[in-house]
């Protein structure tokens, strides 16, 4: 990897470390002003909207112009919600805005890989990407599980006193602020890559037209449909298995919010694992081959029901986390070096980003239904482990039966 590529994983760093650090602000914020527990997956719902909602038009957007100035764009617009957030709007609306960064954002931090990469080098490029990200994952659950630490609130108050008694949360958003302040700086370094796909109309109906068309491209196509099903289910149910396994800690482990917000960073630690070790070992021709993980990796995610001692609840954490990005990362190389030949990169991950934000949006919504409904914790647990497990048997069957039939 040339040192342009290594531009391009500076800023994803310092902007994903923001995002993560971000949404456990906003949650100490929500608590602050005694919001239910429920409000927490809204919270995260507030955030996915916007890559539903903007989905036929941030993948134009991103094909439209050098993706490191969309990725510079997209930054600023993160870096407003966090002033919004400061300023006392309320965090849910506050964090929606985020999102409208983060949806425009993710297609040009994708995309740019296709043009700036061989197609060889893709696997390996998504496993540095995603480790990069899991990095920011762990460094933002520890950064966030000492916000919500109250005795944080007082040191600052007792050695900082110029801050004047600002709260821990809040100061916390300042530190966010520098952090999205230095990606958007790294994101002006990033090598100009050549505009690809450019539509050739960007007035709202024929860019709905257009996503339209790429959206049943990829999912006609034997491939992308494959890939595009496999992470759509797989990040649906990690950001949903995130949330579950902070409340876990805190129910079963008896942990503190710290402790368990710290906890999540052990699936990250497994995920950059897996990640590596697909890097290394899976090439993209055979990135089909990796479904069956993600069976044994719901089977693992129900187990979680078995266990109270905080050892064996990080070792099968890390478990849950190698195996989840073992089999992902090669479906993520998959599906956008299929889209990138098919339709453009930017086009390609808005698609897969709307699948996959509509999955996230379902599945919070079961999680905020299940637990306003007074459901047990290995009840919820049981019904995503489930459904992972049953989806990636469903689609290793069906891409057999489609593989099959082409070969007749």
Known sequence: MNFGFYIILSAQFLSALADNALLFAAIALLRDLHSP????????????????????????????????????????????????????????????????????????????????????????????????????????????????????????????????????AKFAIVLIILLYIAAALANLLIPVTALDHRPPRRDPISLICDFWHSFKQLWRDPLGQVSLAVTTIFWGAGATLRLVVLTWAMMVLKFNTEQATQLTAVVAVGIAIGAVIAGRYVKLADSVKVISTGVVMGIAVMSMIFVSNPVMAALLLAIIGILGGFFVVPMNALLQHRGHLLMGAGHSIAVQNFNENLSILIMLGLYAGLDKAGQSMNVIILTFGAFISVSMLAIRYHYRFVDATAHD
């Not at 919270?43 to 539903?52: A, G, N, R, T």
């Not at 990725?71 to 300023?87: E, H």
């Open 37 to 168: 527990n429920w409000y927490t997956p809204v919270l995260q719902e507030f955030f996915v909207i916007s890559y539903i909602a903007l989905a036929p038009f941030v993948g134009a957007f991103a094909d439209g112009m050098p993706k490191g100035r969309v990725m510079f764009i997209s930054n600023n617009i993160k870096l407003l919600g966090c002033f919004t957030m400061l300023a006392g709007l309320n965090p849910l609306f506050a964090y929606a805005i985020v999102g409208l960064g983060a949806a425009a954002y993710s297609p040009a931090k994708y995309g740019i890989l296709t043009e700036y990469l061989p197609a060889d080098d893709l696997i390996a490029a998504n496993a540095w990407m995603e480790g990069t990200t899991v990095f920011a994952i762990i460094l933002g659950a520890i950064i966030g599980g000492l916000m919500l630490n109250p005795h944080i609130s007082a040191a600052l108050s007792a050695y900082l006193p110029w801050l004047g008694g600002i709260d821990v």
